[in-house]
């Protein structure tokens, strides 16, 4: 939690020396409260006052990476309950378990790994596999993890085990460069369990049983104790609304009140028998705050509509993903080619650009500015209005790489057509589809591809 | 053992109960349906009373719908070419309440009649026991046309009419007032929009008891995250005493999940994108459970097999409630 001036005021020597560069010791706190300078401008500072200013500084939950490379991923440092009081910053991983004698653990790492779907320009994969302790004895967990890590080379991983010899093993066969997260020290085995994550430098899950958030206090004491500083905490399952109860209140508590040892990433078994109940648990857990999150069904479809929600609500509300307006050349285009209008809000874009490349028929794609804003949303506030859609094809330069005059508009702004004619002399007005799905046909149709 | 303390948020206002149905004065409703009640965020029982589970409703057009997703024309397969049957397999499948649109009264749709209309809506309504919410064919005059006609053939069912907004709602609200029904209040995406309407709605003396709140759905992929934003901001400002945001809010799912590619496409599109029949159904299932999360307390879908997966989700969180 952050300490008002007053609090830090009484940190200070209050010797009002002015090296600093301010006045009075007091006026160096409420400018330190503000962030607007630093502590070591002053030299007087003890341990203790600098102790409880690091403490007071650090976020209120801590960021924690797992795994190693290019795929490592980092959860936590949120600062908010509500996406919309500012931005939630770091998306939760999305990790499918696998369980440790599964006959086919090799072939689901190797899928889970190579899982990738494509929005809005971006790349959206799956972040890691949990490989759960199933039977057998610590080296035979050794091996199914040695075999998920040649299936999946760099794919971060949970280690799930309640066994520290299996874990130990496992880690000391190699697996510890992966730095995954160990899950989970709970009241009978943390001593083990943090010396194990101690010794291989890997995140620890601590796990309480449900309802029980003392218990995870207690736990996060000890083994922050112990020397773990890089925890991600499980409340236990129970059922959607306690879960969702569970997760709150831990929220709350780290973001509200501050408690220290509640501030960490969360960690959310979504896993349900069927994928349909998986996807309710999963989507919840997006939704409402958590940093790692387990599904045991690698469903695409379940898996693509997960990916796209998380990259949802995890975007800035304050600014909605766009691309650059200007002219987009859609394969090899021509004079003869189409000329299709939109606007730069990157869902627009993406949508409409995919499916003339679909369509395959080159083609002229002018955007836009139109602040990042979809069609009707642009067209509603007067971002995208005839006069707009004048200036971009006249500042595009589209009108000397063409030999025809032909524009074609999104289906959804048709009542536009007359005034556009009339902004734009000479050129014929034309009405595309309504959506983008049917810009295939149209092209086909209407341009005769 | 440490004690922990855990912050409970006082909150002084609360959600509007609201009834769809009757089954007197009028009314031949054999159950009804009351949302709203809520004193807390959605599903923290711990901090405040829950006294109504969100409620679904699926879908039902008066005419075959050409443009719907092959998924869904094959799921519901004879019974799209009729509203009546439609609507009783809708409640067989788990439906709470019916939402009916009268989409063959559009002039580009088959231009019928107020009079076809309120035939239909009298076939649905003696179909099933469920109350209804009718919305017209989505073009303000033939809107106003046929949502006064069947609010009047059909006083004292406590129907919920849609769509009522700015540009027509004195005379949704005029038939709504005097007939004995519900609007429902539709703005797009914005708070300040949503507390005006409630407002024009209020002064028209609609007791705000009948009226839900449509504060416009974007589907998973296609505008959802400013749903979520702007529902969660409602719910805040409603729990903290604002009156004109503390109507129930109702959400399309069905009809922009299934509108959009991925509920469409069964061809051409990645092998990451899964099998259309999945993909469909986890489009609808995923945009509904996140605006549960943000508010939502009654959820129009078109999939029997999303009804299946939300009642199962609902009777998870309403447990103990
Ligand atoms: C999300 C959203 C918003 C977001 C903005 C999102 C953004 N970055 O643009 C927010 C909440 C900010 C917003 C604000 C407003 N919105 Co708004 N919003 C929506 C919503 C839910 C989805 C829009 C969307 O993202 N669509 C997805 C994109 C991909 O669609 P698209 O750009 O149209 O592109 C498709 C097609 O047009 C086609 N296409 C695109 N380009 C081209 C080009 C060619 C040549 C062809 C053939 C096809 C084609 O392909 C795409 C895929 O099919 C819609 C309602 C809905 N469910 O659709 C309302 C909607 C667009 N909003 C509306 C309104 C009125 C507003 C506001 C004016 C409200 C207000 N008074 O404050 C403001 C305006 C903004 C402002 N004041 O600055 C209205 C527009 C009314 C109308 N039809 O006239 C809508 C339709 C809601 C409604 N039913 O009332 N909105
Ligand atoms: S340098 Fe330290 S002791 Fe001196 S005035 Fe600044 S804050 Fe006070």
């Known amino acids: 939690m952050a300490l008002t001036g007053l609090q830090i005021y009484k940190l200070l020597p209050k010797t009002n020396c002015k090296e600093c560069g301010f006045p009075t010791c007091l006026a160096f706190a409420m400018k330190l409260a503000q962030k607007g300078t630093e502590l070591d401008k002053c030299p007087y500072v003890d341990d203790e006052a600098k102790t409880a200013l690091d403490a007071a500084s650090a976020p209120p939950i801590k960021l924690v990476a797992i795994g190693a490379g290019e795929r490592a991923f980092e959860i ?23 369980k440790s004698d599964d006959p086919q653990l090799a072939e689901v790492a190797a899928r889970v790994a190579s899982y990738e779907v494509e929005r809005v320009g971006m790349k959206l994969r799956l972040d890691g596999l949990a490989v759960e302790h199933a039977g057998g004895d610590a080296a035979a967990y050794a091996a199914a993890v040695a075999a998920t890590r040649a299936a999946a080379p760099g794919l971060p991983l949970v280690l799930m085990s309640g066994d520290a010899a299996a874990l130990d093993a496992a880690l000391s066969g190699g697996a510890a460069a992966d730095r995954p997260l160990v899950h989970a020290a709970a009241a009978a085995n943390w001593q083990a369990m943090a010396d194990v994550a101690k010794k291989h430098g890997c995140p620890l899950a601590i796990r309480a049983e449900a309802g029980d958030l003392a218990g995870l206090v207690d736990l996060s004491e000890n083994v922050r104790g112990a020397g773990i500083e890089d925890l991600v905490l499980d409340p236990g399952t129970a059922g959607l609304a306690g879960d969702l109860v569970a997760f709150t209140q831990l929220r709350r508590l780290a973001l509200k009140k501050g408690a220290r040892a509640l501030g960490f990433p969360l960690f959310a078994d979504a896993g349900a028998p069927t994928w349909q109940a998986e ?25 693509y509509a997960l990916l796209t929600l998380r990259q949802n609500v995890y975007t800035d509300p304050q600014k909605p993903i766009q691309v650059e307006p200007k002219l987009y050349e859609v394969g090899s285009a021509g004079p003869d080619s189409p000329v299709l209008i939109t606007t730069n809000f990157s869902l627009t874009y993406f949508s409409v650009s995919g499916e003339v490349e679909g369509a395959g028929v080159p083609a002229w794609l002018l955007v836009a500015d139109s602040d990042g804003q979809s069609v009707l949303t642009a067209w509603a506030a007067g971002k995208f209005d005839a006069e707009k859609i004048a200036k971009t094809v006249k500042d595009s330069g589209i009108e000397s790489r063409i030999d025809h005059k032909k524009l074609v508009l999104p289906g959804h702004v048709a009542g536009l057509s007359g005034e556009v004619e009339e902004e734009l002399p000479g050129w014929q007005i034309m009405v595309g589809p309504r959506d983008a799905v049917d810009i295939p046909n149209y092209l086909k149709n209407v341009w005769g591809a | 053992m440490t004690a922990v303390e855990i ?44 006294p109504h589970r969100p409620a ?27 509203p009546a049957n439609w609507a009783a397999r809708a409640v067989e499948e788990g439906a709470d309440l019916i939402a009916l649109k009268l989409r063959s009264c559009h002039p580009d749709f088959g231009d019928r009649s107020a009079t076809e209309a309120r035939a239909t809506v009298d076939r ?4 099933v026991g469920v109350p209804l919410i009718v919305y ?16 009047e053939a059909t006083k004292g069912e406590q129907l919920a009419l849609g769509l009522c907004e700015e540009k027509n709602y004195r005379t949704i609200v005029a038939a709504a007032l005097g007939n004995g029904h519900l609007v429902i209040a539709q703005t797009p995406i914005d708070v300040n929009l949503a507390k005006q309407l409630n407002i024009l709605i209020s002064d028209m003396r609609l007791p705000l008891e009948r009226v839900l709140m449509d504060p416009n759905t974007g ?15 409602l719910r805040l400002a409603a729990l903290m005493g604002d009156a004109m945001t503390q109507q129930p809010m109702i959400c399309t799912i069905g009809e922009e999940s299934w509108r959009q590619k991925e509920g469409r496409a069964a061809t051409d599109v990645p092998e990451a994108w899964g099998e259309l029949a999945e993909r469909g159904v986890a489009w609808e299932v995923t945009t509904a459970m996140t605006l549960l999360e943000s508010g939502a307390d009654i959820l129009v879908l078109r999939h029997p097999g999303s009804v299946g997966v939300l009642r199962e989700a609902l009777d998870d969180l309403t447990k103990g409630a």
């Open chain 1, 76 to 98: 936590g440092n949120e600062i908010v309950l509500f996406r919309h009081e500012k931005t939630f910053y770091h998306q939760p991983g999305l990790v499918v378990r696998v």
């Open chain 1, 279 to 303: 996807l309710a648990r999963a989507t919840q857990a997006i939704a409402k705050y958590a940093g790692v999150i387990i599904i045991d069904h690698l469903e695409p479809a379940a898996v």
């Open chain 2, 7 to 50: 912050p409970v948020e006082k909150w002084s206002g609360a959600v509007r109960e609201v009834t769809l149905g009757s089954s007197y004065g009028g009314g031949t409703r054999t159950s009804t349906v009351t949302v709203g009640g809520e004193t807390s965020l959605p599903f923290l029982g711990f901090e405040g009373a829950l």
């Open chain 2, 56 to 82: 679904l409703a699926v879908e039902v057009v008066d005419m075959k719908p050409a443009d719907w997703s092959p998924e869904l024309v094959a799921t519901w397969g004879d019974d799209l070419s009729d």
């Open chain 2, 124 to 127: 649905v309504l003696a179909a």
């Open chain 2, 136 to 151: 017209g064919p989505g073009t303000a005059d033939k809107d106003n046309e046929v949502l006064v006609a069947v609010a």
């Open chain 2, 219 to 233: 589907a998973l992929g296609y505008g959802l995250e400013y749903t979520y934003s702007v529902m969660e901001r």
